[in-house]
């Protein structure tokens, strides 16, 4: 409500400023005019009482008149040449604040999704957390040592949901602030073997199948880095498919021996709007009042970033018949 009525004050106050500018203008236009006539009235008296003419027609014949003439149309031309330059210069600031106000809607909407995000986030690990512990504290002697160890189990695994959730605002700060990267060769076939083992662990109800060409030459990068890109874009094929999430890993070689990593999922899709955006920071599809999926908006932003900072390319586009697939370009090590 305060930015609406921001918003029509801002357009009031444009409004009033162009109006009076109008009226500037045309005031001008007419005192110039009245000017003229006032000039060519005065050189006629005077000529006609120095005798230089003999009627008033002779007049507008004369050098002074052509003079005058000329001179009108000069000011004419630069009263002309500043309302346009002024009102050019207002449209583009009009233009200008619309802009930013927009940036500022955007902002402060993208602010108040992260914020409900990152609330229910850190509400829903801690809670199943205490509840887990709570559970063995009041019925330890009681229950059976299954029992037991699935509470366990469901404890650590809330923790490890929480220090990712830590982990991924650190990362997002750090890296807006120059992270320094380890760079050495890595192996992507040893590294995504071991992240889609441990994936197909953890989510034993989805189908993730992992493709590696023979030969993909090895990468100058950050191990830490390119592991975060691999989880955050196999997590989040995974919570965009919907009931039981069938996910292809693929890595193989281009034919100017970049090394390409694909994740395709056949889940919901993405719409060409928001396949411009998805890689902003802390944007997410819909809105928080309304989305179901876990998240806080940091995972792709994160996958960008990374992406970028080892020279690489990343792209998004539309699976077949249904879902997404995502592909990232690496230039390989040199042999």
Do not use: C
Not at 321 to 329: A, E, L, M, R
């Amino acid at each position: 409500m305060r930015n609406r009525r921001l918003q029509i004050l801002t357009y009031f106050v444009l409004g009033y400023m162009t109006l009076a500018f109008v009226w500037w203008s045309v005031l001008l236009w007419t005192k110039n005019q009245d000017a003229y006539r006032a000039k060519i009235e005065l050189q006629q008296l005077g000529m006609a009482a120095e005798g230089a003419i003999a009627s008033p027609m002779d007049f507008y014949t004369s050098e002074r008149y052509q003079e005058l003439k000329r001179a009108y149309r000069r000011q004419e031309r630069m009263i002309l040449g500043e309302t346009i330059f002024l009102s050019i210069s207002l449209l583009a600031g009009m233009y200008v604040i619309y802009l930013g106000y927009r940036r500022e809607v955007k902002a402060s909407r993208q602010q108040r999704n992260f914020l409900l995000s990152i609330t229910h986030e850190l509400k829903s690990p801690i809670a199943g957390i205490r509840l887990a512990l709570e559970t063995i504290a009041k019925r330890g002697d009681r229950l059976q040592v299954d029992k037991r160890q699935q509470l366990s189990e469901r404890g650590i695994k809330e923790a490890d949901r929480l220090n990712k959730l830590v982990e991924d605002l650190l990362l997002s700060a750090r890296l807006e602030n120059a992270y320094q990267f380890q760079q050495e060769p890595l192996d992507l076939t040893q590294m995504a073997k071991r992240i889609v083992g441990r994936m197909k662990q953890q989510r034993p109800d989805a189908q993730i199948q992992l493709n590696i060409a023979p030969d993909v030459p090895q990468i100058q990068g950050d191990r830490q880095a390119l592991t975060s890109v691999l989880i955050n874009l196999v997590e989040n094929a995974l919570k965009y498919s919907g009931g039981q999430p069938d996910v292809n890993v693929k890595l193989h070689t281009a034919a100017n021996q970049e090394v390409v990593l694909e994740v395709e999922d056949h889940g919901i899709g993405i719409s060409n709007l928001d396949k411009e955006r998805i890689f902003e920071k802390f944007y997410r599809v819909g809105s928080e009042d309304t989305r179901r999926t876990k998240g806080t908006g940091l995972g792709l932003f994160i996958v960008k970033e990374l992406v970028r900072a080892h020279q690489g390319h990343i792209s998004v586009s539309d699976n077949q018949p249904q879902g997404t697939i995502f592909k990232v370009t690496l230039t390989a090590l040199a042999a």
